[in-house]
């Protein structure tokens, strides 16, 4: 008969499920022992706050306005005066009620939605936020366009370089229109044919250097952005795979699939030229001096016009942005779908509803085209309005410099030469309007990026790796839901498993005979309770060092696109193939595989295509033993056999 224990004090209770959520164990009354001296027998503001430093929590008392608690770091303490304390734990705005709030009862142990006013009487105002210390430091690294400045910081030297050649070009763009100045006032008045001669060779020299260092720009800056590139790939893959099961279990995989594909959207932009413009718009100052030497009036008709094209681009921005957070959410609708009917193709024939499934793909798809005409409407729309302002900057020019001429306040060398010069400011203007959709697109996909990065990881750091286990399981007081407002799928749970011991268990579908399984496999953390192997608390394990001693068959047996042999010595492919046969020949795997052409050099294509439901069944039996794990796990291994 499961044990029942008396449900912790409100304080003590929130601090033991802020720990676990942040992966760390708490004894509770270690913690009473420790630091309770309050008469209630709870904690007192003032203990939580040292308990939770001598668990590594990082907490903090912070007085939050209701108005302000979307933007808090959550799950998070309410403290309330009167002890009846509460974890928040997500905060939705919007609606007919103002808003959502789901809330963890510290003295019911249940969760609960309240709407705002509800909550605005519970609530005291006084919040208290915790941290991990051990991911401080990953959270001071959280993925947004700051990420990017510490890769500048590494590549500096290479980033100053071209900032040098950035400065001789814009050097030789502003000795050219001096040279035409000089043809059209001094060549072309006094007929100096010699002068002529020298301004031709001095322009094309200017001219061929002007094109190697340009292209020695955008090779040496491409160079760079690739190798950043390169880096956020690695980490973008590496920090996938560190995720919790829990991550992709409440996310659909197209919508997985299609964040990781905004990766192409940054990479564009790093190598593309937005970037080399910014460099080129910061020397627009000089120009700007030369010009105001030339005419102050023209100065000032080119000066009013960059207020405009910012004007221009604030105005379409907010616009532009919603459409295409629209476009990506149907794109990924999209990805989603078709991964679903690809996936499930085998389903989609036997139940013939291929019609079906082409009609709401149909649907689908046209929502995303015009979800993305309306971009490319209102990026043409952006485009045309930054030509018609350079359109009247060009009027406005040739207008009133043609007076200035008439009037003998400027030659017209000097107006050939202010003109081109001007052509210099606005040309790096008019590149950054034009990718401004660039920028907003990359913006939607560094905070598409950043669902992905910033999403806490099966933290390894603080983790101990323990010696060979020998395979004593116990669960003490577990209770478990998958969801903060779902039913409890295990509750006070207490069992005791010993090493050697074999154990089935039977139930009804729903009653949580796989989360056994990916409890002990550090899948999943209880919400209250503890899985112990050995004696060792798995929430102070290392999920890698368990994994590996732990042999497991799913229900669902998945193989990767590679050989039989391959996928038998999954976990460590250097393992010589007599063990491979041994492990075989054990899960009754080894008479059909030596009858494959190939026999275990068969690639088995993709999640084993190629193979039968029983036959990678045994492969993965196979998979399993191989390592001769002191925990052996089987969640309806032989359903198809």
Known sequence: MAQTTPTPKPALSALIILAHFHGIAANPADIMHRFSGSPNGDLSETEWLLAAKQLELKAKIVRQP??????????????????????????????????????????????????????????????????????????????????????????????????????????????????????????????????????????????????????????????????????????????LLALPLAYFETRRVGDTVARVRELEQIRNFLTGQALTSVLDLAFSFIFLAVMWYYSSSLTLVVLASLPAYAFWSAFISPILRTRLNDKFARNADNQSFLVESITAVGTVKAMAVEPQMTRKWDNQLAAYVASGFKVTKLAVIGQQGVQLIQKLVTVATLWIGARLVIEGKLTVGQLIAFN???????????????????????????????????????????????????????????????????????????????AGEVLGIVGRSGSGKSTLTKLVQRLYTPENGRVLVDGNDLALADPAWLRRQVGVVLQENVLLNRSIRDNIALTDAGLPLERIIQAAKLAGAHEFIMELPEGYDTVVGEQGSGLSGGQRQRIAIARALITNPRILIFDEATSAL
Request: net charge neutral; glycine share 6%; with cysteine.
């Open 420 to 498: 081109m010069l001007s052509g210099q400011v606005a040309a790096p203007v008019i590149r950054l309007a034009q990718l401004w959709q660039d920028f907003q697109q990359v913006g939607i996909s560094v905070a598409r990026l950043g669902d992905i990065l910033n999403a806490p990881t099966e933290s390894t750091s603080s983790r101990l790796a323990l010696p060979d286990i020998r395979g004593d399981i116990v669960f003490e007081h577990v209770d478990f839901r998958y969801k903060a407002d779902g039913r409890l799928i295990l509750q006070d749970l207490n069992l005791a498993i010993r």
């Open 66 to 239: 209701l108005a302000r608690l979307h933007m808090a770091s959550l799950p998070a303490l309410v403290w309330c005066d009167d002890g009846q304390h509460f974890i928040l734990a997500k905060v939705e705005h919007g609606g007919a009620d103002g808003g959502k709030y789901l809330i963890q009862d510290l003295n019911t142990q249940q969760a609960i939605i309240l709407n705002s006013a509800e909550f605005a009487h519970r609530y005291s105002g006084k919040l208290i936020l915790v941290a991990s210390r051990a991911s401080i430091l990953g959270s001071l690294a959280k993925f947004d366009f700051t990420w990017f400045i510490p890769a500048v910081i590494k590549y500096r030297r290479i980033f100053l370089e071209v900032l040098l050649v950035s400065v001789v070009l814009q050097l030789f763009a502003l000795i050219t229109p001096l040279f035409f100045q000089v043809v059209m006032d001094k060549v072309l008045v006094h007929r100096g044919f010699s002068t002529l001669d020298v301004v031709a060779v001095a322009l094309l020299v200017v001219s061929l250097f002007e094109i190697v260092l340009g292209g020695l720009r955008t090779y040496i800056f491409a160079h760079t952005t690739s190798r950043i590139d390169v880096e956020l790939g690695a980490r973008l893959f590496r920090h």
